[in-house]
């Protein structure tokens, strides 16, 4: 599966949408601006409310986060913000396909 490198944007629009649907933290916006853009990253542990687990996957297939299973099966409500977060990022990827600034 082959990464991309992010450009500045696309990174914000992403952790927006991790800090809103999947509880990311504020100030940790700026680093992941920073990792996203400088170099091909496809997966990102930004914990917020998906616990240790939280990570988002960037490749050419998509974007999308997951968390540990045994945290779902403890916290089913996981669930909801792994759907509403991942159903966001499609969104917001379409958006930048039918664009054409995907890298």
Known sequence: MKTLTLTADQAAAIYDLLIEHAGASRGARSAFINVQTSRQCDEY????????GGKLWIDRDGWRVSAYSEDIQRRPSMRDAIDATNAALATL???YETAGTLP
Do not use: E
């Not at 542990?45 to 998906?50: P, V």
């Open 45 to 52: 542990r930004f914990m917020g409310s998906l616990g240790f």
């Open 93 to 95: 990827r379409a958006r």
